[in-house]
């Protein structure tokens, strides 16, 4: 995968590469990381050279990054697994290996998103939208049947006290709240096919996760 394109950045399009990571890459992936998952997110989960070494290592074309004026902005990662392995009421760490994707299975059905991030000032230019864009075209490129993910709903402990986390979600689909996740992945044509408790070490999200899908057109 290696694609040139514009981003919006402050209404000014700025050129843009979306292609695979290797190893010359992974200390500004991590950068990213420490910018956009701050405390309270645990730092442990923030990516290590030993994970992203497996992400090169098992399934490259999984492993996705954006980069503007010779800098990293953004990165996407995932990684092919049989659904039916895990079953809907699944957690990351089971699905993702905790990050390290040694499950990965080339003859999986479903490409799982074990991450996206993009840095906080490009954020709304466009960047999250074409890495969910370029996974897609790797869905397709490799028939399989499905993207997956649990999308994490930060905008959630908010509410905590006032709605359950099914209630929180119907608000958000029902465009009566905006969360800063689930809206973007709506947005970006995920479809909410369920909810997962005890998904992640989260506070902002009360360790919940909408899980979201994108189905193969072709399929
Ligand atoms: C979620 C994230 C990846 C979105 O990336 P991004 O580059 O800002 O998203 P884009 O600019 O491509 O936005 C795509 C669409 O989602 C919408 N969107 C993006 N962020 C949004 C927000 N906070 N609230 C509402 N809508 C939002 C955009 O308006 C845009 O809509 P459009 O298609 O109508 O133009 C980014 O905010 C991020 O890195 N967050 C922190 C890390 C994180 O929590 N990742 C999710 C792990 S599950």
């Known amino acids: 995968m290696h694609k040139t394109l514009y981003v919006i950045k402050d209404d000014k399009p700025e050129k843009a590469i979306i292609r695979t990571y290797g190893p010359h890459d992974f200390t500004g992936l991590i950068d990213i990381q420490r910018a956009c998952f701050p405390p309270p997110f645990p730092e442990e989960l923030w990516w290590s050279k030993e994970q992203l070494g497996e992400h090169v290592d098992r399934f490259q074309a999984g492993a996705l990054c954006a980069e503007a004026g010779g800098r990293l902005i953004g990165s996407m990662t995932g990684l092919i697994v049989n659904m039916s392995d895990y079953g809907a009421k699944h957690s990351w760490e089971a699905v993702t290996d905790n990050g390290y994707i040694r499950n990965h299975n080339p003859d999986g059905d479903t490409l799982y998103v074990v991450d996206i991030c993009v840095l906080p000032e490009y954020r709304k230019s466009g960047v999250g939208k074409w890495l969910m864009q370029s996974m897609y075209e790797t869905v397709v490129q490799l028939g399989l049947e499905r993207l997956l993910g649990g999308g994490r ?45 005890d998904y992640l070490e989260d506070e902002q999200s009360r360790n919940c996760a909408v899980i979201m899908e994108w189905k193969n057109p072709f399929k």
């Open 153 to 197: 709903m930060p905008g959630y402990g908010a509410y905590a006290d006032q709605l359950s986390p099914e209630e929180y979600v119907q608000h958000v689909i029902s465009g009566k709240l905006k969360d800063p996740v689930v809206t973007f992945l709506m947005r970006c044509g995920r479809m909410p096919v369920g909810l997962a408790h």
